[in-house]
């Protein structure tokens, strides 16, 4: 529990930043103020500290330095690989499932409805996997596509068999972008193991700095630039450099790499102790993705109230207990905006769904608390028939 008194549970939406970052951030902040193009001493001890971080990102994902260009986040970062893959490397089709980060999907929607590329889904389950069969079968018809699957689905945590998707790619003669916002820092990823052409890293989920975050491109996959107007970061994104940002972002995933294994055990006991109790003191409650632990995400536990009476004010009600979490429904009307997660899934639109995403600072009170006043609020309103 937080000194605010508040439980938070919403890690995957972004994470508090670690003290060790804002030290980090805060000793340049006050040492280097210098404009990385500037040739002289102030710019280049500046564009010292860029790529200090930027070699040692790299070499903790096993890349080389100018396979990194940083970004504003994620959401830049998706967009990149796919407006690059279309604009500069002549791909014309993009498969992607229908379970993907608006910042995918709504990205390969509009460069269709651009008249820039068409767009292929491939099927999901109703547990969030990818059918490989018939991505397989999509990639053999569109040979050279961009594939863009994401590894870990941010609402109910299911994670991609990535290693049999770049086989695919590679059979195909495809490319391979995989939004790693929500596992870059909490798996040890390394770019060889993976086989992907694309990656991208947000520092915010990572218990680092907003607005900051870097595509990996492999050195294979030579994208131009979609912002133009400056020749940072090598001509592939202009720009000043947000030079505090990339110390965070450096420093947030040094210190993720440094515990991977030891903080993964952490936070699954936790995941594992939070579905426990919510199985034994809220009635009827289920989940949604995959059960195993090598198939889902250790930070987020994604549950399916049963009808309440005011299913729509759950999130507000525990948002008063002090209980911060985020929630979605499947809409059936297309009146009020759902997710389409949970819509593509088929989650029935009577039940809650409600995200629990953990992180290094979350305790098992944290998770005591907040499944008291959920079981609370679910036993006062559930819907009697
Ligand atoms: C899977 C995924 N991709 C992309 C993003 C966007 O990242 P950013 O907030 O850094 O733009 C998010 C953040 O919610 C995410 O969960």
Redesign the pocket.
């Known amino acids: 529990m937080s000194a605010n008194n508040k439980v938070y549970l919403d890690n995957?939406?972004?994470s508090p930043l670690d003290e060790r970052v804002i030290d980090a951030m805060c000793d340049v902040m006050k040492t280097t103020y210098g404009n990385p193009s500037a040739s002289h001493s102030i710019g280049r001890s500046a564009r010292a500290v860029v790529e200090t971080a930027r070699k040692q990102i790299a070499k903790s994902i096993s890349a080389s330095a100018n396979e990194i260009i940083f970004t504003?986040?994620?959401?830049?970062?998706?967009n990149m690989a796919l407006r690059c893959a279309i604009h500069d490397l002549g791909v014309s089709d993009i498969i992607t499932s229908p379970i993907e980060?608006k910042?995918?999907l709504d990205t390969a929607l509009q460069l269709e409805a651009d008249g820039l590329a068409t767009v292929h889904l491939v099927n999901v389950n109703d547990k969030g996997d990818v059918d490989l069969q018939h991505l397989s079968e999509l990639a053999s018809k569109h040979k050279g596509a961009l594939i863009s699957l994401?590894h870990?689905?941010?609402e109910i945590g299911t994670l991609l068999p990535y290693q049999k998707v770049a086989e695919i790619a590679k059979e195909n003669n495809c490319l391979f972008h995989s939004?790693t916002?929500?596992t870059m820092g909490h798996y040890h990823l390394n770019v060889e193991d993976f086989g992907a052409d694309f990656l991208?890293c947000?520092?915010?989920?990572l218990n680092g700095p907003?607005?900051i975050?870097f595509l990996y491109v492999r050195n294979t996959a030579p994208i131009k630039t979609m912002i133009t107007g400056g020749g940072q970061e090598r001509s592939h994104r202009a720009g000043t450099e947000n030079v505090i940002g990339i110390v965070g972002l450096a420093k947030a995933l040094e210190i993720a790499f440094e515990h991977v294994v030891e903080e993964e055990q952490q936070i699954q006991n936790i995941k594992s102790y939070m579905r426990e109790q919510l199985l034994e003191h809220v009635e009827g409650i289920s989940f949604n993705g995959r059960e195993e632990s090598d198939k889902s995400l250790y930070t987020v536990l994604s549950c399916s109230v049963p009808p309440t009476n005011n299913n729509d004010l759950l999130l507000f009600q525990l948002d008063i207990e002090g209980i911060c979490c985020s929630g979605g429904s499947a809409c059936n009307s297309g009146a009020a905006k759902g997710s389409h997660v949970l819509e593509a899934i088929g989650h029935p639109t009577d039940r809650k769904a409600l995200r629990f995403s953990f992180g290094r600072f979350t305790t098992k009170e944290d998770v005591d608390q907040a499944v008291s006043v959920l079981a609370k609020l679910v036993d006062k309103t559930v819907a009697r028939v």
């Open positions: 995957a939406a972004t504003s986040g994620g959401t830049e970062a998706d980060h910042a995918v994401m870990a689905n941010n939004d916002v929500q991208t947000s520092a915010h989920k907003k607005g975050g």
